[in-house]
C-alpha cells in the first residue's frame, strides 16, 4: 500500500513538474534570472521586459499585431517580450535564450503575413525593437543609419525634415519595419528606377547568435549578401541599416483610372501586360482587381484600376502614355502632382493628412481588412483573355467580396540587376508580380476558413499561367502553403521546397552562410534557412 502511495506520490510531482514546464514557468524564471545576472546594467533590462503577469503585456505584444489571425486566444504567446533599448540587452536576451532553450522571434514592424515574428509553436521569446528605432539623415553624403525597428514612415519623414529632394527606396505602407522590409528583399515605389531596399544596403550592423556586433567588414561579404534579402530570423539579429539615399524630383506625378469589365477593362489589361514592364524607369505600373456591384443592374463585375506614380510632372507623362498606351485614355484630370513624400500619403489613401501621421505606428494597411491570407506569385508570359476571365469569375465568389488581386510590373532596373547581386533573385525575365489578398472583417473571423480555401482555390486556377521550376514566391509575402519546415527540425531537402520559390538558385549559397554563421541553427522558424549538418 506504502508502496503504490508512494508510486503515486511520485506521479503527481512528475505530471506536476512537467505542466510547470509546459507552462513556461522553469524556463521563464530561469530565463529571467539570467538576464538579470548577464545584463551589465540589471535596473535598464528591467525597464524592458514584459511577462505575463505585466499589466502592459498584451498590450505590448499586440501593438503590432498586424494581422489580426494571429491574435486569437488560441494563438501561441510569447513566456517574455524584450524590448531592447541597448544592444547589452540584445545580447543578454540570446545568451539566456540559447541557455535556457528558448526560440527567439524578432519583430520589427509586425508586418509578418504569417505572424512569424511574434508566433511560435515552442516555449519562446520576443525581441521587439520598438526602442531601436533612431534615423540619423546625412544629406551631404546621401546616407542614413536606420535602426531596424524604425518604421518606413519614420524614414520618409526625417528624410523629408532635410530634404525634399532625396528618398529611400522602400515600400509604400509606411507602418512596415524596416528590419523586416529589407531583410525580405523590399520591393516598393521606386524599385523599377533604383532597385529593391536591399539593394540600397551599404552597410549594417548586427549581432550573431554568441553576441557579437559585426558590420560589413568585420560580417563578411558572404553574410552581408544574405541579410539583404535571404529572410528574418535566420542569421542573427540586424540592429541597423546603413542605406544611400536617392534623388527624386521635387515634382511627381500620381494617377489612378478605373474601369470596369463593361468599360473595356478586359482588354485594357491584356495590352498592360504587353507593355507595362517597358514603360519608363520612372514609373511603377501596376492594375488592382477586386469585385464591385454595377452601377447599372446592381450585378458583381470586376472594376480594374491603373495606377502608378511616375518621377516627373504632369506634363511629362501625358505624352509618354499617349504614345505607349493611349488605350487607358490616360487625362491630367486622372493625375496629381505632389512632392515624393507627398505620394507616400496619396498610395496610403491619406490625402490631406499632416506628415506626422507617417510617425504612427499603429496605422493599419488601407488594403482591405485586419484578418487576411497573403499569396505571391510571378509571370513569364502575357496571361491570355480566356485565363483572365476565369480569374474574374473567381474574383466574383461570395468569398472573394473584400479579395483584391495586383498586379505589379516588373521591368526597368530590374532587368539589369543580376539575380544573384542579393538573395532576392526575381530580376530580369518577370512581366510583373501577382500579388493575392483575400481579408475579412472580425465579425466573420470564425468563417476564415472558407477564405483561405478560396486563396488556395484562386493560386491552384493560376498555376498554369504563372512561372515554373520553381513557381517564385515573394518571401515579403510569407506564404506557409507553399512549404514550412518541421517544429525545431530544419531538413535541406524539406526546407528547399519552399526556398528556392523564394531564392532561386540563391538558396544554396544562403545555406552556406547559414551553416558558417549559426551551425547549430539557434535563429530558426517555419521558414528559416537551415544549415548543412
Given at each position: 500500500m506504502k508502496s503504490l502511495q508512494f508510486s503515486m506520490l511520485l506521479l503527481s510531482l512528475v505530471l506536476a513538474a512537467l505542466l510547470s514546464f509546459s507552462?513556461?514557468?522553469?524556463?521563464?524564471?530561469?530565463?529571467?534570472?539570467?538576464?538579470?545576472?548577464?545584463?551589465n546594467d540589471s535596473s535598464t533590462i528591467s525597464n524592458v521586459i514584459y511577462t505575463r503577469n505585466n499589466p502592459s503585456y498584451s498590450t505590448v505584444l499586440e501593438s503590432t499585431v498586424r494581422n489580426l489571425r494571429f491574435n486569437s486566444t488560441n494563438t501561441p504567446k510569447p513566456l517574455v517580450i524584450v524590448t531592447p533599448s541597448r544592444t547589452s540587452h540584445f545580447q543578454a536576451t540570446i545568451y539566456c535564450s540559447r541557455k535556457h532553450g528558448l526560440?527567439?522571434?524578432?519583430?520589427?514592424?509586425?508586418?509578418?503575413?504569417?505572424?512569424?515574428?511574434?508566433?511560435?509553436?515552442?516555449?519562446?521569446?520576443?525581441?521587439?525593437?520598438?526602442?531601436?528605432?533612431?534615423?540619423d539623415v546625412d544629406v551631404e553624403n546621401g546616407v542614413a543609419w536606420v535602426q531596424a525597428g524604425a518604421i518606413l514612415g519614420e524614414v520618409y519623414y526625417r528624410i523629408a525634415e532635410k530634404s525634399r529632394t532625396l528618398a529611400f527606396a522602400g515600400g509604400v505602407f509606411h507602418s512596415i519595419g524596416v528590419g523586416g522590409y529589407i531583410s525580405g528583399g523590399g520591393f516598393g515605389l521606386l524599385f523599377?528606377?533604383?532597385?529593391?531596399?536591399?539593394?540600397?544596403?551599404?552597410?549594417?550592423?548586427?549581432?550573431?547568435?554568441?553576441?557579437?556586433?559585426?558590420?560589413?567588414?568585420?560580417?563578411?561579404?558572404?553574410?552581408?549578401?544574405?541579410?539583404?534579402?535571404?529572410?528574418?530570423?535566420?542569421?542573427?539579429?540586424?540592429?541597423?541599416?546603413?542605406?544611400?539615399?536617392?534623388?527624386?524630383?521635387?515634382?511627381?506625378?500620381?494617377?489612378?483610372?478605373?474601369?470596369?469589365?463593361?468599360?473595356?477593362?478586359?482588354?485594357?489589361?491584356?495590352?498592360?501586360?504587353?507593355?507595362?514592364?517597358?514603360?519608363?524607369?520612372?514609373?511603377?505600373?501596376?492594375?488592382?482587381?477586386?469585385?464591385?456591384?454595377?452601377?447599372?443592374?446592381?450585378?458583381?463585375?470586376?472594376?480594374?484600376?491603373f495606377s502608378s506614380l511616375f518621377l516627373g510632372t504632369i506634363d511629362e507623362l501625358l505624352p509618354i502614355m499617349q504614345q505607349r498606351f493611349p488605350e487607358l485614355g490616360l487625362s491630367r484630370q486622372d493625375c496629381s502632382e505632389m512632392s515624393w513624400i507627398e505620394s507616400i500619403l496619396y498610395f496610403n489613401q491619406l490625402q490631406n493628412q499632416p506628415l506626422e501621421i507617417l510617425l504612427n505606428r499603429t496605422f493599419?494597411?488601407?488594403?482591405?481588412?485586419?484578418?487576411?491570407?497573403?499569396?505571391?506569385d510571378y509571370v513569364k508570359e502575357p496571361i491570355s483573355e480566356t485565363a483572365l476571365n476565369g480569374l474574374f469569375s473567381r474574383l466574383s465568389d461570395e468569398e472573394a467580396s473584400?479579395?483584391?488581386?495586383?498586379?505589379?510590373?516588373?521591368?526597368?532596373?530590374?532587368?539589369?540587376?543580376?539575380?544573384?547581386?542579393?538573395?532576392?533573385?526575381?530580376?530580369?525575365?518577370?512581366?510583373?508580380?501577382?500579388?493575392?489578398?483575400?481579408?475579412?472583417?472580425?465579425?466573420?473571423?470564425?468563417?476564415?476558413q472558407k477564405y483561405i480555401d478560396w486563396s488556395r482555390r484562386v493560386y491552384n486556377y493560376m498555376t498554369p499561367f504563372v512561372s515554373k521550376s520553381p513557381r517564385e514566391a515573394y518571401a515579403n509575402y510569407r506564404d506557409l502553403d507553399i512549404g514550412s519546415n518541421n517544429v525545431g527540425i530544419?531538413?535541406?531537402?524539406?526546407?528547399?521546397?519552399?526556398?528556392?520559390?523564394?531564392?532561386?538558385?540563391?538558396?544554396?549559397?544562403l545555406v552556406q552562410v547559414k551553416t558558417k554563421i549559426d551551425p547549430e541553427n539557434f535563429f530558426k522558424h517555419e521558414q528559416s534557412i537551415p544549415p548543412l549538418h
Open positions: 507552462m513556461g514557468a522553469l524556463p521563464q524564471e530561469d530565463f529571467l534570472q539570467c538576464l538579470s545576472l548577464r545584463s526560440q527567439i522571434r524578432t519583430r520589427s514592424g509586425g508586418h509578418d503575413y504569417e505572424g512569424l515574428s511574434y508566433v511560435a509553436k515552442v516555449p519562446f521569446v520576443v525581441v521587439d525593437l520598438v526602442n531601436f528605432r533612431s534615423v523599377r528606377k533604383y532597385g529593391t531596399g536591399g539593394d540600397n544596403v551599404i552597410d549594417a550592423q548586427f549581432i550573431d547568435g554568441n553576441g557579437r556586433i559585426l558590420d560589413r567588414k568585420s560580417m563578411g561579404e558572404d553574410l552581408f549578401w544574405a541579410i539583404r534579402g535571404g529572410g528574418g530570423g535566420s542569421f542573427g539579429i540586424v540592429l541597423a541599416w546603413k542605406l544611400k539615399l536617392v534623388p527624386v524630383p521635387a515634382t511627381v506625378t500620381a494617377f489612378s483610372v478605373s474601369r470596369t469589365l463593361e468599360q473595356n477593362a478586359t482588354q485594357l489589361i491584356l495590352r498592360w501586360q504587353e507593355i507595362g514592364h517597358q514603360l519608363p524607369d520612372e514609373m511603377n505600373p501596376d492594375v488592382s482587381m477586386f469585385s464591385v456591384n454595377s452601377t447599372q443592374d446592381g450585378r458583381k463585375t470586376i472594376l480594374a484600376s493599419r494597411n488601407p488594403v482591405g481588412g485586419q484578418y487576411y491570407k497573403i499569396k505571391s473584400s479579395a483584391i488581386i495586383i498586379f505589379m510590373a516588373y521591368g526597368g532596373i530590374m532587368d539589369r540587376i543580376p539575380e544573384d547581386a542579393t538573395p532576392f533573385p526575381h530580376r530580369a525575365g518577370n512581366l510583373y508580380k501577382i500579388y493575392y489578398n483575400v481579408n475579412w472583417q472580425e465579425q466573420d473571423n470564425v468563417n476564415s530544419t531538413s535541406y531537402t524539406q526546407a528547399s521546397i519552399w526556398g528556392c520559390k523564394y531564392f532561386k538558385n540563391n538558396f544554396d549559397r
